[in-house]
């Protein structure tokens, strides 16, 4: 009977272990609950983030809130969903309005001040920023992303795509 309430108690501290690595795996800056956070990057300084701390980038193309990233283009900039309750929250420090859009295809994606947000596929990791400065072309239409961060931040990623 020892044993067995030994290993009961086992389980369960690796659960709860396990629990709270992942809680602070996901903490982009906020809670982990808020749609938006704020993230300190070395050599980029204050971004936005979704609640996994991944940067958070909109381009010039979309800033009236037009959506122009379709099709392919959203295998490279995948757009930041809206939560399920519908309603996109902030953490302390993100400045500006956030909102909800739907998209051509009926999912409803988070805009900061009408702009669409995304993340770029590249960016593997909470802290990276690649897609910042990057200006490429989806069916014509031409792409100019910039991370998101309520100031101008350093350019991080450069050169030329086109998809």
Do not use: H
């Not at 099709?71 to 309750?85: D, E, H, K, M, V």
């Amino acid at each position: 009977m020892a044993r067995r309430s030994m290993l009961i108690y086992g389980i369960a501290f690796a659960l709860l272990g396990a629990a709270c690595g992942a809680a602070a795996a996901t903490n982009g800056g906020g809670s982990g609950r808020e749609t938006v956070s704020v993230r300190s990057v070395a050599g980029v300084g204050n971004i936005y983030t979704d609640a996994q701390g991944m940067a958070l980038y909109s381009p010039t193309q979309e800033s009236n809130g037009t959506i122009m990233c379709t099709g392919s283009c959203t295998n490279i900039w995948i757009p930041l969903a809206a939560p399920a309750s519908g309603t996109p929250t902030a953490a302390s420090g993100v400045n500006g309005n956030l909102g909800v859009l739907t998209r051509p295809d009926g999912t409803k994606q988070v805009t900061l001040d009408g702009a669409p947000l995304y993340r770029f596929y590249l960016d593997r990791s909470p802290g990276t920023v690649n897609g910042n400065g990057i200006t490429d072309s989806f069916g014509g239409v031409m792409f100019s992303w910039r991370v998101e961060s309520g100031s101008k931040v350093k350019s991080s990623g450069s050169g030329n795509y086109g998809y």
